[in-house]
């Protein structure tokens, strides 16, 4: 009489077996409640894993390339003496592999006032060549030109400045700078009308509402820096390789001037940023941690609550392995379709974030105020690593969360299983 043949690891019953068990009858309600609620954790937990990260790279994104798209990748300043000579130092800079532009610019704050009021701005001078190669601005002017920005005593305001102050295209704005003409009794301010020949809108905030184009011969003018620019801001190719290209910049320019990195400029600004992005995480974790302990405490009253089928599996043959392998069936399989449904909810949401934040806004919910967030709008960017590092963990928990469970089962003496049936 031949001896029956072992069975191989997760056969076709032990699938069933936990199948069985996962279909709770009538007076085992239980199981499927708590079943449901694992289910849940787990789902929700991943879900708002991925969305979380998913606007959290989205934020970062956009802000980098806001801030960069207006500010440049790497700042040429004067360090003892005035900066005259930046024509020469601009083209030598633009011939530098990697580089896309450098262009010449005069920084200085002033008030701008109309009959709505006034607001301070930060009023940049520009050469109309270099500001037509500047995406962030040349491609999203809203109203107007900037055709004849150099051929002009025009200037281009932010989309959100106009609406503060309630002027139009072809208005007159008024600029005030603190330092203008000296005279016998002291300095006095310098005020100058400038038409609005066009209006931009970035996307961000702070920029939309605070920034004022000008040619830059009337920058010079205004602000009374001669001949010379306050600073050349130089664009890469590659805002991450922008060490490389200092280096490059360094040695075409020499030691006469300081070069900074938009790393630098904006070190505090992007690392309060990476901080938050790792607590959200860390937290977000706990919850798939905690739905994972559900998934355990739900094993363990299966395995107290099935102690009889236990006990006559193990009395007609099967293994330890494979009682285990039941009940680990159970609980991963739970874990497995929570996380995969969490995986496409997260999806959805992700990718339609700003439609949602558009319907809570017309139910009167705000949840995204751009004067808080910067960002006139809100973004999402979904990285396949992060997303497959969810769902990996979110699979890892849900496995761990029934060895213990499994391992009691697989423990169970038979004998004292039935010794009461």
């Known amino acids: 009489m031949n001896e029956p043949s072992r069975t191989y690891p997760f056969a076709p019953f032990e699938f069933m077996l936990s199948c069985r068990y996962l279909r709770a009858q009538r007076q085992e309600g239980w199981i499927s409640v708590n079943a449901g609620f694992s289910f849940l954790g787990i789902m929700l937990g991943v879900a708002t894993l ?7 790279n989205g934020f970062r994104k956009e802000l980098l390339d806001k801030i960069l798209g207006l500010n440049g990748h790497l700042l040429i300043q004067p360090v003892r003496q005035p900066l005259i000579d930046w024509d020469i130092v601009a083209q030598r800079v ?63 305001i932010g989309k959100r400045l106009a609406e503060k102050l309630a002027i139009a295209l072809g208005d007159s704005l008024t600029l005030m700078a603190p330092r203008g003409d000296c005279t016998p009794i002291g300095c006095l301010p310098r005020i100058k ?45 590659d805002a991450d390789k922008v060490g490389q290209i200092r280096q490059l910049v360094t040695d075409a320019v020499g030691p006469a001037v300081g070069i900074v990195d938009w790393r630098q400029l ?55 392995g494979a009682v285990m392998r039941v009940f680990m069936l159970v609980g991963t399989s739970v874990g497995a379709v929570g996380t995969f449904v969490g995986l496409l909810l997260g999806a959805l949401i992700s990718l339609n974030v700003e439609s949602i ?22 973004p999402a960017d979904m990285d396949a690593g992060e997303t497959a590092a969810v769902v990996v963990m979110g699979l890892t928990l849900s496995l761990l969360a029934t060895l213990y469970p499994s391992w009691r089962a697989a423990r169970l003496d038979p004998v004292e299983a039935l010794r009461y049936e």
């Open 94 to 156: 633009a011939r530098i592999s990697g580089v896309t532009l450098a262009a010449p610019i005069v920084d200085g704050k002033a008030l701008a006032a109309f009959t709505a009021g006034g607001e301070g701005v930060m009023v940049r001078g520009i050469r109309g060549q270099d500001l037509h190669k500047i995406g962030s601005v040349a491609d999203n002017v809203q109203q107007g030109s900037l055709g004849e920005f150099d051929r002009s005593a025009d200037i281009a």
């Open 266 to 320: 904006n070190t505090a600004f992007f690392g309060a940023l990476q901080i938050q992005r790792n607590v959200m995480f860390l937290i977000l974790t706990i919850i798939v941690i905690v739905a994972a302990f559900n998934i355990t405490s739900g094993l363990i009253l299966l395995v107290k609550h099935k102690g009889r089928d236990i006990g006559i599996l193990r009395t007609i043959g099967a293994t330890k």
């Open 50 to 56: 991925i969305i979380v990260m998913a606007v959290m």
């Open 357 to 378: 934040r558009h319907l809570l806004g017309w139910l009167g919910i705000k949840v995204f105020p751009s004067e808080v967030y910067f960002l006139s709008r809100l």
């Open 193 to 237: 009308s400038y038409r609005v020949a066009a209006v931009f809108e970035i996307g961000m905030h702070e920029y939309d509402s605070a920034v004022v184009f000008m040619p830059l011969p009337e920058a010079q003018a205004f602000f009374n820096q001669g001949q010379a620019v306050t600073a050349i801001t130089i664009y890469t190719v």
